[in-house]
């Protein structure tokens, strides 16, 4: 069974910083990693996906990397803002029972502070 | 915006009711799944649809079940709603090909009473 766990729960930073959100994650067998950002009683809306044969990704001040062999992810945001308050939540893609199946890491609050 | 919409937004139901929710897949998707988030937990699996059939199942009982139409859109229906069924109900598409990446769409939140 997958689990995926992401540390810190809760993040609060002060504007401009640069900072960093984990993610691991059991099983390394998987397809696909994707992280999410999420507004309080909003969907999800995707940040950054990662192939397995990947290490990194990048989009603006968001970095991505993976290392399937130690179970770990971590999301770089540089510079933050106020407007990247959000839940950020990663997404493990791995095979079950012949089709995909995604578990999700409980999220990781975060709060920039102007 | 991913295109995938969800109908109602909003909805409110007293316990032992039943509810249907609604989802539209974005054009060309012909899969689609559907999860349950409770408050301050991450989406949790309640099954996926691929062709019209059921291809994976999550730790939900049977009062969860669905249907997915030949356009490709979706319901979830919920049978003898219970208080903890309160949750934000999230629906996704995709193409199956490789990676299989999801598109979200914005949710039902669903107060049971």
């Known amino acids: 069974k997958q689990e995926v766990t992401q540390i810190p729960a809760a993040l609060s930073v002060p504007e401009g910083e640069n900072l960093v959100l984990n993610c691991s994650f059991t099983?390394?067998?998987?397809?696909?990693l994707q992280w999410f950002r999420q507004d309080p009683g909003k969907g999800l809306t995707s940040l950054l996906l990662?192939?397995?044969?990947?290490r990194e990704q990048t989009s603006g001040r968001l970095n991505a990397s993976l290392d399937k062999s130690s179970g770990r992810s971590t999301l770089y945001i540089a510079a933050s803002q106020p407007g990247d308050s959000a839940t950020y939540l990663c997404?493990?893609?791995?095979?079950?029972?012949?089709?995909?199946?995604?578990?999700f890491g409980t999220g990781t609050k975060l709060q920039v502070i102007p | 915006e991913t295109g995938v919409t969800q109908s109602p937004t909003h909805l409110i139901k007293t316990r032992g009711q039943q509810v249907t929710l609604r989802c539209s897949s974005q054009?060309?998707?012909?899969?689609v799944s559907w999860y349950q988030q409770a408050l301050g937990q991450g989406p949790q699996f309640i099954f996926q649809?691929?062709?019209?059939?059921?291809?994976g199942r999550g730790n939900f009982p049977p009062r969860f079940s669905g249907l997915q139409f030949p356009n490709y859109s979706s319901e979830l229906n919920v049978n003898a709603l219970e208080l903890d069924d309160s949750a934000l109900y999230l629906c996704?598409?995709?193409?199956?090909?490789?990676?299989?990446?999801?598109?979200f769409g914005s949710g039902t939140q669903l107060s049971v009473l």
């Open positions: 649809y691929y062709r019209e059939e059921e291809n």
């Open positions: 997404a493990v893609y791995y095979p079950s029972g012949g089709y995909q199946k995604v578990t």
């Open positions: 054009s060309g998707h012909n899969t």
């Open positions: 099983d390394s067998a998987i397809y696909n």
């Open positions: 996704a598409s995709s193409w199956r090909t490789e990676p299989e990446k999801l598109f």
């Open positions: 990662i192939q397995s044969s990947q």
